[in-house]
């Protein structure tokens, strides 16, 4: 399992790729096999850019796949977010493998992207990685920095949250930005500046969230080429001089005279002037020619100076001061030179080299140091990662699912879905062309692969074979005809007679409806004792399971053992560890009454038939789930604080939960998914939504395959 650790910036301008640029090469130096992932491509901050490429996931990520930020918000605006993350999910999922740490970097706020901080937060739970803020203070003092620090943390669940590990300062020191916004003044660096107040922040003292790297200031690795800024502007080249290594550290804009413009004319400095100021040209290439090493020359409007000017200056132009020409008047130069961003582009190696070993040796050793071990935390199963890998497996099952509810709406537009994304192919059961109005009526299109049966038509095949499963019920042909007028009475004779892989109802038809026919006709595996259900609860972070809360309304203690062995096993086949909890509202034994010792009963009848299930209980809901009760409730248990699989006592208790769980918060929950049949068949809840039957069509896709 790699090392997941995603930055994300507080704020623009923070340094975010040259902070991934270190601790890439902070990595590689440790010999760790490290990749970057950019789960989202955002363009280039720099609007005018038509020639020069940053460095952004293209060049760091040359192994991975990013979608686009346009692609993003169409598919929100769509309502499609979900759908964005398991896309990101997957991208993830295809390049984690060969690497020890993955180092995620996370979208910039810009006026364009202020919902960037949301977006992280999301991806970052999609992936389960270690959060590590990167932040600049600016012009903030210390203290000013840490609140903001702290405001920015709330988005990703406070420093108290496991994930937030720590934040990496950068630009320690930098001096306020110069008049025109574009580079700071190197002579207003404060000389008694004083690390220890950054080191000794209130917020850093928190065991859980570390100051992992403090990165000063440094002019020369922001300094820009002036290739860089002509590739910018697509200004025309008057002379190329040395402008592919010359750099420039801040930039006048000159229309004074020339007895006020000498000491303006210093190394390093981009002069920015009319191109027919003639005496502001001969004293800056006179300035060069007397050893000034100046950054370069833009000329605006247009303007180029004549033949005779250029001869006075040849000398200076042929010791490499690089001028260009733009169209634009020196007011609109100057705001678009102010919106130029000092990004390194791709082919600025030297710089790159700077910036990297800058940072890498300005990051906490502790913490690389971490990074070399092996990563033997267990990732929770967000979300996202447990819908995409529902999606991939259904794919690769490819199993054909019936739904007797073929008129609903939700049911329809479900199997389109299903179909159009290959989770499943599907029948829909009823009158065709009522389903075709319901469809149009809908705006929905049907995929061709969508199989559609009017069950009027195939009725009378189903007779025999009814007859011939429940003849020691004295079933006669009549009465089985009256039965197969119930469309999921013939759904569930199609499935026994294996003509489909599985079915799902309950969208219209109550649970009873739909549980009763596959009890009589399919009846229960060999190895159950019952069947149960579980319902998959898709928490923020993380994804429960909790059983049984449709199907058996009083259990045993045998029955309510057998129920935690079922759906720990169905956890463990969905890829969730299962760490099981068996409800009570009492923990241990701080209380007494038949149902307490019911479920102390049963969690020592589940340890006896299963040793290797991690499993405890009585246990109330919050020991189960917080850490913090945990411990003073429960400290010496394995499950408490940290559980996956819920066992509720009853069909009261757990159906009343999941349900207020999952209303209440909003959440998606996908059941029940139905244990220990034959053949699966699952029921739905009568409230579900379209995306609760697409993922019940998953599972009984997958599970159709077990």
């Known amino acids: 399992m790699p090392h997941r650790i995603m930055l994300i910036p507080v704020g623009s301008g923070v340094g975010l790729t040259s ?93 364009r992207q202020p919902y960037a901080g949301r977006i992280n937060r999301d991806v970052a739970q ?58 700071p003044k190197e002579e207003d660096i404060e000389s008694d500046f004083k690390l220890k107040d950054w080191l000794d922040l209130a917020i850093f003292k928190d065991r859980n969230f570390d100051l992992l790297g403090t990165i000063m200031w440094d002019i020369d690795l922001i300094a820009p080429r002036i290739c860089d800024i002509s590739n910018y502007l697509d200004a025309k080249v008057l002379n190329h001089g040395d402008m592919a290594h010359r750099r420039f550290r801040s930039v006048a804009f000159c229309a ?92 600025d190696i030297q710089r790159q080299d700077k910036v990297k070993q800058h940072v890498a040796d300005n990051l906490s050793s502790h913490w690389l140091e971490s990074l070399t071990s092996k990563n033997n935390s267990y990732n929770l199963l967000s979300p996202p990662a447990f819908r995409h890998k529902l999606t991939e497996l259904a794919r690769k099952a490819n199993k054909l699912i019936v739904l007797p509810e073929g008129n609903d709406i939700r049911t329809i537009k479900a199997a389109a879905i299903c179909c159009e994304r290959n989770i499943a192919r599907c029948q829909l059961m009823g009158n065709k062309e009522e ?11 049907l995929p061709d692969n969508l199989l559609i049966t009017d069950p009027d038509t195939i009725r009378e095949n189903y007779v025999g074979p009814l007859v011939e499963l429940r003849k020691h019920k004295g079933l006669t042909d009549v009465i089985a005809l009256e039965n197969l007028k119930d469309n ?8 026994q007679l294996g003509q489909v892989d599985g079915l799902v109802s309950g969208a219209v038809n109550t649970t009873a409806n739909t549980i009763r026919p596959a009890l009589q006709l399919i009846k229960t595996a060999a190895n159950s004792a019952l069947v149960s259900s579980i319902f998959f609860m ?36 969905f890829g969730i560890e299962p760490i099981v909890a068996m409800i009570s509202y009492s923990t241990g034994r701080s209380g007494h009454g038949a149902d307490v010792e019911k479920v102390a009963k049963a969690t020592e009848i589940a340890k006896a038939k299963r040793p290797d299930l991690i499993i405890d209980g ?82 009984t896709a997958i599970q159709a395959t077990q």
């Open 256 to 347: 004074r005279t020339v007895s006020n413009l000498v000491s303006y004319l210093v190394p390093g400095r981009l002069i920015v002037t009319p191109g027919d100021r003639t005496d502001i040209i001969i004293a800056t290439c006179l300035s060069a020619l007397n050893g000034t090493k100046l950054g370069g020359m833009i000329l605006t409007n247009g303007f180029e100076p004549s033949k005779q000017v250029w001869d006075l200056c040849k000398q200076a132009l042929e010791a490499g001061l690089p001028v260009l020409s733009v169209p634009w008047d020196t007011w609109q130069t100057s705001r678009h030179i102010m919106s130029f961003n000092p990004e390194i582009p791709q082919d």
């Open 618 to 699: 009585p246990l109330q809901y919050d020991a189960a789930i917080m850490e913090n009760v945990a411990r003073k409730k429960a400290p010496n248990s394995p499950v408490a604080g940290k559980a996956t699989v819920f066992i509720f006592p009853d069909l009261n208790t757990g159906n009343t939960t999941y349900k207020a769980v999952q209303r209440s918060a909003g959440l998606l929950s996908i059941g029940p998914m139905l244990q220990g049949m034959n053949k699966p068949v699952n029921d739905l809840s009568r409230g579900a939504l379209v995306d609760d039957i697409v993922y019940t069509i998953a599972l």
């Open 488 to 495: 999921v009475v013939l759904a569930t004779m199609m499935l």
């Open 19 to 111: 902070v991934s640029l270190g601790l890439l090469h902070a990595c590689q130096q440790k010999g760790i096999k490290v990749g970057h992932f950019k789960p989202i491509s955002q363009p280039s901050r720099n609007s005018l850019a038509k020639k020069n490429k940053t460095i952004d996931a293209i060049s760091l990520s040359q192994n991975s796949t990013s979608i686009s930020l346009s692609y993003v918000e169409e598919k929100m605006g769509d309502g499609l977010h979900d759908a964005v993350l398991e896309e990101i999910v997957a991208n993830f999922n295809a390049f984690k493998k060969d690497h020890d740490v993955v180092i995620i970097e996370g979208l910039v706020p810009t006026a």
């Open 126 to 183: 999609a992936l389960g990685a270690n959060i590590v803020l990167v932040a600049s203070p600016g012009n903030d003092s210390a203290e000013e920095f840490e609140d903001r620090l702290l405001v920015t943390a709330e988005t990703y669940g406070g420093i108290k949250n496991k994930q937030l590990i720590g934040c990496v300062i950068n630009k320690l020191n930098c001096p306020d930005q110069d008049e025109y916004g574009l580079l």
């Open 538 to 573: 898709l928490l923020p972070e993380q994804v429960l399971v909790y059983g049984d809360c449709a199907i058996n309304p009083d259990p045993n203690a045998e029955q309510l053992a057998d129920i935690a062995i079922q759906s720990a096993d169905s956890a463990k086949a």
């Open 435 to 445: 389903i075709l109005q319901i469809a149009e009526h809908q705006g929905i299109t």
